[in-house]
């Protein structure tokens, strides 16, 4: 399996600042993702992190709240913006194989904005 | 329309029992079929993956599709406590080239000794 970590593993953060995470993939990884769930309830797809270029944002995420880099292959960073409570959530980075449906998760950033 | 749905539960069952996980996804070209286990504060771990209809074994999991009813179980047999967890189906539906995946609400099992 696909090796994904993430950093940092949890934060509290203050209404109004903003919070980068970063997700290093191993090399078996060509396709990376970011997630988002929030309390008690599933996975919820933020974007897909394009390496080099924009990301590709699901319906309801915009890129000047979540902006996304990808510079190399085997790395990410989202950050998220302008906090509000309402953004206290876990962030999984994902990362996909070439040639494969599976999908592996980082173990997740607990953010609590206060 | 919800794409995959579960029962979310939550799902009780003793130790030693067969503790028994349904889903139901709406797009009928779905190709891919996932269940991830999650424990509380823990990310996604994938046990399961199954593609074509009829059943997956490994271990005490079973996998089970049917793609004519748009149906997919998860079986755990010989349940024990440290199965508790959330479960997980995750659908990758067919032309989703960006590896999207829809993912299930999830159904909280609970195996007590």
């Known amino acids: 399996s696909a090796v994904i970590s993430q950093k940092p593993s949890r934060d509290i953060c203050q209404r109004g600042t903003s919070l980068t995470i970063q997700c290093q993939v191993d090399?078996?990884?060509?396709?990376m993702f970011w997630y988002r769930q929030q309390p008690g309830q599933s996975l919820t797809l933020i974007a897909t992190?394009?390496?080099?270029?924009?990301?590709?944002?699901e319906s309801g995420f915009v890129i000047d709240k979540f902006p996304i880099s990808r510079p190399n292959l085997t790395f990410s960073t989202l950050t998220v913006s302008n906090m509000s409570p309402e953004d206290s959530s876990i962030y999984l980075c994902?990362?996909?194989?070439?040639?494969?449906?599976?999908?592996?998760f980082g173990p997740g950033t607990r953010l609590t904005v206060l | 329309q919800k794409e995959v749905e579960q029962n979310s539960g939550p799902l009780s069952v003793p130790e030693g029992a067969i503790a028994s996980l349904n889903c139901t996804y709406s797009d009928r070209g779905s190709q891919s079929f996932f269940w991830y286990r999650q424990y509380s504060g823990k990310s996604p771990e994938l046990i399961m993956s199954i593609y074509s209809n009829g059943d997956k074994e490994d271990g005490r999991f079973t996998a089970q599709l049917n793609k004519a009813s748009q149906y997919v179980s998860l079986l755990i047999r010989d349940a024990q406590p440290s199965d508790s967890a959330t479960y997980l189906c995750v659908v990758k539906n067919r032309g989703s080239t960006l590896g999207r995946l829809y993912f299930g609400r999830g159904t909280q099992l609970t195996v007590w000794p």
């Open positions: 994902s990362g996909r194989g070439r040639d494969t449906d599976t999908q592996y």
């Open positions: 090399s078996q990884v060509t396709m």
């Open positions: 992190a394009n390496q080099g270029s924009e990301a590709t944002y």
